[in-house]
């Protein structure tokens, strides 16, 4: 079983629609969960970080946190062709604090 | 800009060759990171250093060596590479090791011929 999984995608989002992104992972004992958006040919940059149960917004987007499920999720809302990115979903290990575990990222498409 | 650079930002070498890829953080940050990008695989995870010391080494084969003087400078060293490892290498930073919250360089595109 992959420490991170996401689906690969393309996900393909009307613009002005809610684009929805998902990530589980195995470890069960982590905390901190990350996302990470990328643009074709650029480096990841974080989007959003989340610890606790529940939903975290940061303007358009949300992040929600389930740990008994071992999922986390990002939303985000009134979808661009900006946003139009690769979003990679990453986890601290447990076993590790230093170790910052990615899935293979989401590619998500917003069609005007 | 993130304050982290890269250099260089293409290398192309024979796999019998020796060559180096910088990375330097002006963020002032105490962990540095060094990633491995694939086409269609995972960012994989390399190497971690927290104050110059090396925490993580994950599974990494001996042709790749990195080196971290300071905090804020860290080096991959190459020696015959193979082909499959041609990728892009990116180097990152963080506050701590702990933290998650990365700042990534621009990276180095490797081809090994």
């Known amino acids: 079983q992959k420490e991170v999984e996401q689906n690969s995608g393309p996900l393909s989002v009307p613009e002005g629609a809610i684009a929805s992104l998902n990530c589980t992972y195995s470890?069960?004992?982590?905390?901190?969960f990350f996302w990470y958006r990328q643009y074709s040919g650029k480096s990841p940059e974080l989007i959003m970080s989340?610890?606790?149960?529940g939903d975290k917004e940061d303007g358009r987007f949300t992040a929600q946190l389930n740990k008994a499920s071992q999922y986390v999720s990002l939303l985000i809302r009134d979808s661009q062709p900006s946003d139009s990115a690769t979003y990679l979903c990453a986890v601290i290990l447990y076993s590790s604090a230093s170790k910052i575990i990615f899935g293979s990222g989401t590619r998500l498409s917003i069609r005007p | 800009e993130t304050g982290v650079t890269q250099t260089p930002r293409h290398l192309v070498m024979g796999m019998t060759n020796k060559k180096s890829l910088k990375c330097e953080q002006h963020l002032g940050h105490n962990a540095m990171y060094w990633y491995k990008q694939s086409a269609k695989k995972p960012l994989e995870l390399m190497f971690v250093y927290n104050f110059k010391e090396q925490t993580e080494n994950n599974s990494v084969p001996s042709r790749f060596s990195p080196e971290c003087p300071n905090s804020s400078h860290l080096f991959l060293h190459l020696h015959t590479l193979q082909p499959e490892d041609s990728a892009l290498y990116l180097c990152?930073?963080?506050?701590?090791?702990?933290?998650?919250?990365?700042?990534f360089g621009e990276g180095s595109r490797l081809t090994v011929l």
């Open positions: 989340i610890y606790s149960n």
């Open positions: 990152a930073s963080s506050q701590d090791p702990g933290t998650g919250e990365l700042f």
């Open positions: 470890d069960r004992g982590s905390q901190s």
